[in-house]
């Protein structure tokens, strides 16, 4: 339950910065109307980069950008643009969302009528992010389709470094990490070519703001290191602003508390009070630190120092009156209180949390669920813990299979984008080879009327001619050879996808539906169960849970197998802890037929292979076994020689033609037998492997992995 504050962090993009200093110019002195404009564009920038820590300066910015409102003229609408959205930012600094929504609408308005694409980039990127803030997803994608416009017709890098910026802050509030991590990395590529030579002060602002998003972006999935690599390099910028420095140092404190790194997170705090003291607008800042320690204590159970920092950010955010901000720290204090068995004040607080908890995030809600559950359970109210308890593993599941379609929709987005990619490059050839071809036409006519003058001119021409046309004709024939290897390829992923979604219905059907059942039972005759059926029924539910997590990885390591340039991992393995570990999976299953899985494999036996995919063909071929052995048998399992594995199981009468037939198959069907198989076959072809079955007369079957080329 890691502690994320959403910052307006594209905003940063909207402007450009020139100034030195802070003070306003004096424009009695300056006699034109323009020039006066410009003086004041110049002062709203200088305000808005605040280089010196000026206390209230959002204040002032908000007032300034009304008086250039009033400079300008009625038809100057660029300028327009310019000062609503200096207001707007004025007043979203100050907290006053729904004021800055207002302004930056105006700046989109005024910016289109002056038909200026790049203020129209900077206040859709703003728009953007504040209708995600104020949760009106509507307005959203509206202003992320505007920018989809400017960025598939545009060419200009300042432009699109702004506008993959804002995508990958779209797309990371859908929690499409990997499509937003591509958009982030654009952006800080486009602008580190001359982040470290330029002296312009946005340029250093944006980049450093980018990286703290990117870094944001890997928390989220789980990758400090990688956070606090792209923090690093933003850090050499942090002295450009406050609102900088501030932004890093709270990201850097949130970094090391997830890598479990204290000492620096404490470090990095100190510094971060002594740079917000009475700046009441990094206040934000300042919560969200102190909670992430506090969270992290709280994780290692020294809840002595937890209750500090708690306390220091619930303070804050009451002082904010920030809706969001008290609920996380509602959220952090119930937890705390918890774990240290103050179970009535726990349950109040979570109370409280729980009606922001709806809206922010089916997550976030079922966490509260589960500490409400603990909490009754703390009081011995066994009737609401249960209560509590079945809705939590109910969201849970539903949690589950979001984050596994928003997995496969960031897949599909991503693969749209490159293929996006793709077209726009290819009409970008097509627009240069017509250009080619009209400016040969013309070149030709030139030719022609010249010819008039001089036969002999005229041949020679005739034969420059040919001979562009024939390199003409090789640039075709190359660009042909490019577009058939691309729909190869395409075919090819095609053909990979539904595949992949066929196993997927096939092999997930049946292991879910066991879960949706156990849970129905849980749920609808919880009077069934005495408390060592409980705990046994939970173990199950845990064990099918897990099955699928296991076989979800194996379809997905299985899909990543059959993509080009996806290789296995080679290392010795110790083969008879893979099998003992796959046949652990399989012990259920076995005992519900009274088959005993014996396992021979010798303790010194290793072979040079990927684990993971020996893994997945070890489970597939037992689980074969185990589905068409007699009842009451045995399936053994040895090594014949320092190069094969066998699995040896007496399969029943009535299995003898089932397997014929799954034998025989050679394609992956969600409808048929065989697809474990199919899937082990491939699988072991990867790894230079093949799979022999040799079924006897006694109904004996012999299953073997020869790797052919290992040297013995």
Not at 212 to 236: I, P, V
Not at 470 to 485: C, M, S, T, V, W
Not at 626 to 637: A, E, H, M, N, R
Request: with cysteine; hydrophobic share 40%; aromatic share 10%.
């Amino acid at each position: 339950m890691r502690c994320f504050i959403f910052i307006l962090s594209v905003i940063s993009n909207c402007i450009a910065f020139n100034a030195q200093s802070q003070t306003p110019p004096d424009l009695s002195t300056i006699k034109n109307d323009n020039q006066k404009v410009k003086a004041w564009l110049a002062y709203c920038a200088e305000l808005r980069l605040n280089k010196n820590g000026a206390k209230d300066n959002y204040i002032i910015l908000q007032q300034a950008g009304l008086k250039g409102l009033q400079l300008v003229q009625p038809n100057d609408d660029s300028d327009k643009a310019s000062f609503f959205l200096y207001t707007a930012l004025g007043n979203y600094y100050q907290l006053k969302f729904d004021s800055a929504q207002y302004y930056f609408y105006q700046s989109l308005n005024s910016a289109q009528k002056a038909d200026d694409t790049k203020l129209i980039a900077g206040a859709a990127e703003a728009l953007m992010s504040i209708n995600f803030q104020l949760q009106q997803q509507g307005k959203v994608d509206s202003c992320k389709n505007i920018l989809q416009t400017i960025a598939d017709t545009s060419k200009d890098k300042a432009i699109l470094q702004d506008i993959y910026s804002a995508f990958g802050s779209y797309y990371q509030q859908k929690s499409y990490y990997s499509t937003a991590q591509d958009y982030y990395i654009k952006s800080i590529q486009l602008r580190e070519k001359e982040v470290d030579t330029t002296q312009d002060d946005k340029a250093k602002f944006n980049y450093a703001i980018q990286c703290d998003q990117l870094s944001k972006l890997y928390l989220n999935t789980q990758m400090a290191d990688k956070s606090l690599e792209s923090l690093r390099k933003g850090e050499r910028f942090a002295d450009i602003s406050p609102v900088v420095s501030n932004r890093l140092l709270s990201s850097f404190i949130e970094a090391f508390t997830t890598s479990g790194n204290i000492d620096s997170a404490l470090f990095y705090n100190k510094q971060l009070v002594a740079h917000s003291k009475n700046r009441p607008e990094f206040s934000s800042e300042l919560v969200s630190s102190n909670l992430n320690i506090g969270i992290f204590y709280i994780d290692h159970k020294e809840y002595n120092k937890a209750l500090p920092y708690i306390n220091k950010g619930d303070s804050l955010a009451t002082t904010i009156k920030s809706p969001f901000l008290i609920f996380q720290a509602q959220m952090i204090e119930g937890r705390y209180f918890q774990e240290t068995g103050n179970y009535q004040k726990a349950i109040s607080l979570l109370n409280q949390a729980l009606p922001v908890a709806v809206q922010l995030s089916k997550e976030l809600y079922s966490n509260i669920l589960k500490y409400m559950a603990l909490s009754y359970k703390g009081l011995g109210n066994q009737q609401n813990a249960l209560q509590y308890y079945e809705q939590y593993v109910m969201l849970q599941d539903t949690v589950n299979k979001e984050k596994v379609s928003r997995t496969f929709a960031d897949l599909e987005t991503r693969y749209q984008t490159s293929e996006k990619q793709n077209q726009i490059v290819s009409l970008d050839q097509k627009n240069k080879l017509n250009i080619l071809e009209l400016k040969q036409a013309s070149n030709t006519r030139t030719l022609m009327i010249l010819g008039l003058i001089s036969l002999g001119i005229f041949s020679l021409l005739l034969y420059f001619i040919y001979r562009n046309k024939e390199k003409l004709n090789k640039i075709l024939n190359g660009r042909n050879a490019q577009l058939d290897a691309l729909n190869n390829q395409l075919a090819v992923a095609n053909d990979t996808k539904a595949k992949l979604f066929g196993i997927i219905g096939h092999d997930l059907r049946s292991p879910v539906s066991r879960i949706v059942q156990m849970l129905k039972i849980q749920k609808e005759k919880p009077e069934l169960l005495d408390e060592a059926s409980k705990k046994k029924h939970e173990e199950k539910l845990k064990i099918a849970s897990e099955n699928v997590l296991e076989t979800m990885e194996d379809l997905l390591l299985w899909s990543k197998s059959q993509m080009q340039h996806f290789k296995p991992e080679f290392r010795d393995v110790l083969i008879i802890e893979v099998v003992e570990k796959e046949s652990s999976f399989l012990k259920d299953q076995a005992d519900s037929k009274n088959i005993l899985i014996k396992n021979e494999i010798p303790g010194s036996f290793v072979l040079k292979t990927d684990e993971n995919f020996l893994e997945i063909i070890i489970r597939n071929l037992l689980q074969n076994a185990v589905k068409y052995s007699c009842d009451g048998s045995v399936i053994l399992i040895s090594s014949a020689s320092g190069n094969r594995v066998c699995i040896n199981n007496r399969i029943a009468d009535i299995n003898r033609a089932n397997m014929n037939i799954v034998f025989e198959n050679q394609s992956v069907n969600s409808s048929s037998n065989g697809l474990g198989l199919q899937i082990a076959k491939d699988l072991a072809s990867a790894i230079g492997a093949k799979i022999l079955f040799d079924l006897r007369e006694d109904n004996t079957l012999g299953t073997s992995i020869v790797w052919e080329n290992y040297p013995l």
